[in-house]
Protein backbone atom coordinates (compact mmCIF):
# COMPACT_ATOMS: atom_id res chain seq x y z
CA UNK A 1 0.00 0.00 0.00
CA UNK A 2 1.83 3.61 -1.07
CA UNK A 3 1.34 5.78 1.98
CA UNK A 4 0.89 9.50 0.51
CA UNK A 5 -0.66 11.25 3.80
CA UNK A 6 -0.05 11.55 7.29
CA UNK A 7 -2.24 12.88 10.34
CA UNK A 8 -1.00 13.67 13.43
CA UNK A 9 -2.28 15.67 16.81
CA UNK A 10 0.23 18.16 18.54
CA UNK A 11 -0.02 21.37 20.84
CA UNK A 12 -4.56 20.94 20.01
CA UNK A 13 -4.15 20.48 16.62
CA UNK A 14 -3.78 18.17 13.80
CA UNK A 15 -1.61 18.03 11.13
CA UNK A 16 -1.93 16.67 8.00
CA UNK A 17 1.29 16.03 5.67
CA UNK A 18 0.83 14.86 2.46
CA UNK A 19 2.86 14.06 -1.22
CA UNK A 20 0.86 15.94 -4.04
CA UNK A 21 2.24 15.32 -7.56
CA UNK A 22 1.37 18.81 -9.51
CA UNK A 23 1.46 17.54 -13.61
CA UNK A 24 1.42 21.15 -14.46
CA UNK A 25 4.33 22.32 -14.01
CA UNK A 26 6.26 18.35 -12.76
CA UNK A 27 6.73 19.70 -9.66
CA UNK A 28 6.31 16.81 -6.21
CA UNK A 29 4.54 18.96 -3.26
CA UNK A 30 4.31 17.94 0.68
CA UNK A 31 1.85 19.87 1.92
CA UNK A 32 2.01 20.51 5.95
CA UNK A 33 -1.90 21.23 6.86
CA UNK A 34 -3.48 22.52 9.82
CA UNK A 35 -7.15 24.11 10.00
CA UNK A 36 -7.91 27.25 11.58
CA UNK A 37 -11.55 28.74 12.02
CA UNK A 38 -12.31 26.43 9.35
CA UNK A 39 -9.33 27.49 6.82
CA UNK A 40 -6.97 25.04 5.96
CA UNK A 41 -3.34 26.78 6.28
CA UNK A 42 -1.09 24.85 3.87
CA UNK A 43 2.70 25.23 3.89
CA UNK A 44 5.41 22.98 2.50
CA UNK A 45 8.47 22.74 -0.40
CA UNK A 46 8.01 22.51 -3.91
CA UNK A 47 10.97 20.10 -5.66
CA UNK A 48 11.63 19.85 -9.38
CA UNK A 49 14.17 17.66 -11.43
CA UNK A 50 15.37 14.30 -11.61
CA UNK A 51 15.56 12.83 -8.26
CA UNK A 52 12.51 15.06 -6.86
CA UNK A 53 10.47 12.00 -6.22
CA UNK A 54 12.90 9.93 -4.17
CA UNK A 55 13.54 13.63 -2.56
CA UNK A 56 10.09 13.72 -1.77
CA UNK A 57 10.02 10.17 -0.27
CA UNK A 58 12.97 11.17 1.94
CA UNK A 59 11.31 13.94 3.43
CA UNK A 60 8.05 12.79 3.83
CA UNK A 61 9.18 9.41 5.63
CA UNK A 62 11.37 11.75 7.90
CA UNK A 63 8.22 13.76 9.34
CA UNK A 64 7.16 12.09 12.19
CA UNK A 65 5.54 13.54 15.77
CA UNK A 66 8.47 15.65 16.60
CA UNK A 67 8.59 17.77 13.31
CA UNK A 68 4.79 17.72 13.82
CA UNK A 69 5.38 19.48 17.54
CA UNK A 70 7.83 21.29 16.03
CA UNK A 71 5.68 22.82 13.49
CA UNK A 72 3.00 23.54 15.81
CA UNK A 73 4.50 24.89 19.01
CA UNK A 74 4.94 28.52 17.23
CA UNK A 75 1.19 28.43 16.69
CA UNK A 76 0.18 27.50 20.37
CA UNK A 77 -2.10 30.35 21.12
CA UNK A 78 -3.06 31.38 17.28
CA UNK A 79 -6.57 31.83 17.00
CA UNK A 80 -6.73 33.10 13.81
CA UNK A 81 -4.73 32.54 10.42
CA UNK A 82 -3.61 35.83 10.27
CA UNK A 83 -1.86 34.79 13.65
CA UNK A 84 -0.84 31.52 12.53
CA UNK A 85 1.24 33.14 9.58
CA UNK A 86 2.92 35.72 11.91
CA UNK A 87 3.74 33.52 14.33
CA UNK A 88 5.19 30.87 11.29
CA UNK A 89 6.96 33.69 9.64
CA UNK A 90 8.51 35.07 12.66
CA UNK A 91 12.37 34.34 12.88
CA UNK A 92 11.74 34.24 16.81
CA UNK A 93 12.97 30.61 18.59
CA UNK A 94 11.08 30.02 21.42
Not at 29 to 47: F, H, K, M
Not at 65 to 73: I, K, P, V, Y
Amino acid sequence: METWAKLFESNGRQVLVTKEYDDEDESHNLSVAIRIEGAQLSIGPVIKGEDAEEVLDRVFNAFNQESADNFTRKLVGCETVCEALKAINSSEDE
